[in-house]
């Protein structure tokens, strides 16, 4: 079986944003809710400081704190190495999001409109997004990113990735050796997020500038 993972290329990353718009977009997360995002970081010291966008996602770990603690079965990991939460199973108890180490897990009480000075119903777009949040999540469970398993079993690719127009995100077989995740890995030092952690994640970075 293939494991699935991710490689973000810092170099080519310039923080437009569009990955976490694009993500919104695919699962209609409600508003203060992000499966993807950019979050800023600053190395250096002025004059030589240097601002780099770091894009962020759940890291689909091989050894998952969150799986670990789920005291009701609702997290699991599938053959592909992705975890996966059953909000039927979920009894909302934010175990999962305390024991993440990288913030990938959200909860939602309950529908926040983007247009909350607006007058009457929602607007037909949020409107349909309420509606597939609710019917696929509903409110109090734990909600996390898939690397977009409705996507996949289409054979599309994440929509993260289909969107970056820098083309900073690849995403392929971690097992493969002649995969291209795999290959840039090896050729531009890719690693991982908090490796001393133990939790082995399915994300890779390549360096930046």
């Known amino acids: 079986m293939a494991r699935y993972g991710f490689v973000v290329d810092l170099k080519r990353c310039y923080g437009c944003y ?3 718009v694009a993500c919104k977009a695919a699962n209609n997360t409600p508003m203060g809710i992000d499966w993807a995002w ?31 603690v789920c005291p ?34 959200q909860t939602v009480s309950g529908w926040k409109t983007y ?3 607006a007058e009457g119903d929602l607007d037909p777009f949020e409107a ?6 609710e019917k696929t999540w509903g409110y109090g469970v734990a909600t996390k990113c898939d690397f977009c398993h409705d996507r996949r079993a289409e054979g599309k690719l994440p929509a993260c990735v289909e ?47």
């Open 18 to 20: 569009s990955c976490q």
């Open 38 to 68: 950019c979050r800023p970081s600053e190395t250096g010291k002025y004059p030589s400081a240097t601002r780099q966008m770091i894009p962020l996602l759940c890291q689909q770990c091989a050894n998952p704190p969150c799986m670990e």
């Open 72 to 105: 009701t079965g609702a997290t699991t990991q599938d053959e592909n190495g992705i975890v996966h939460v059953d909000p039927d199973k979920c009894m909302g108890c934010k175990y999962c999001i305390m024991a993440c180490p990288y913030g990938a897990r």
């Open 115 to 117: 247009f909350p000075d």
């Open 128 to 133: 349909y997004a309420k509606k597939e949040w």
């Open 163 to 209: 969107a970056c127009p820098a083309k900073a995100r690849y995403f392929g077989d971690l097992d493969d050796p002649t995969s291209e995740v795999s290959v840039l890995i090896r050729r531009e030092r890719g690693f991982q997020l908090n490796p001393e952690l133990g939790t082995d994640p399915s994300c890779y970075y390549l360096p930046p500038r």
